[in-house]
């Protein structure tokens, strides 16, 4: 398989520390949509990444929809629950994640794309807010294992990945957020799976 983008990307790194967990070899072909027009609309037509090619030449947009794909073929290594109430109460962990994701990507964009007078401060302002407001949710899940378990059930899952992946971002990217320095027991969880290979492979 070839996961197209940069680890900076927190969309990317899910989908390569997933990979990674779920023990799935691929190659990373980097790739950087703001540099790069042609190459990364020749591989997503939405001109973004990640884009996953899997083995049998399709390629696969979107971190969430190559991750629904990584978890169909994954069978017990899923890293999320099938159906019902568990898969539930697991998404909405996900979602959470990606929307800090998204917020905090939002606010960096702001400062990379407008010259700094017409930098809409109120904007940046409510992505970061938005963004702290997820992560202190996810804090409040860590907290009931006092950052030493798992978001959910007991085991790693999609929620955990998207969680700390989310959080190192944040803290890279967007520093006067001071993120990390709000939420001690996703911090926590976050130091400890960066040590592992699947996180430190991936560390942009
Ligand atoms: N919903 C998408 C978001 C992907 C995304 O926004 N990727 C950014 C990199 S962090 C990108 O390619 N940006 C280029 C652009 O939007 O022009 C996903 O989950 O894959």
Redesign the pocket.
Known sequence: MKLY?RY?????RRVAVSLNVMQQPFEQVVLA??DEWEK?QSINP?????ALEIDNGEVL????A?LDHLDEVAGPNSLLPRSGQPRREAMKLVATA?GA??KT?GAV?EGRFHSPEKIEASWVERCENQALSAFKALDTVAAKTNGEGWLFGDKISQADISAVVALTFAKLARPQMKASDQVPSLSKLASRLEQTEAFKSTMP
């Not at 939405?46 to 990640?50: A, T």
């Open positions: 983008g900076l990307s927190p969309f990317v949509p703001f990364a939405v001109v973004r990444i990640p947009i979107d971190s969430g190559i990606v994701m998204e990507v964009y």
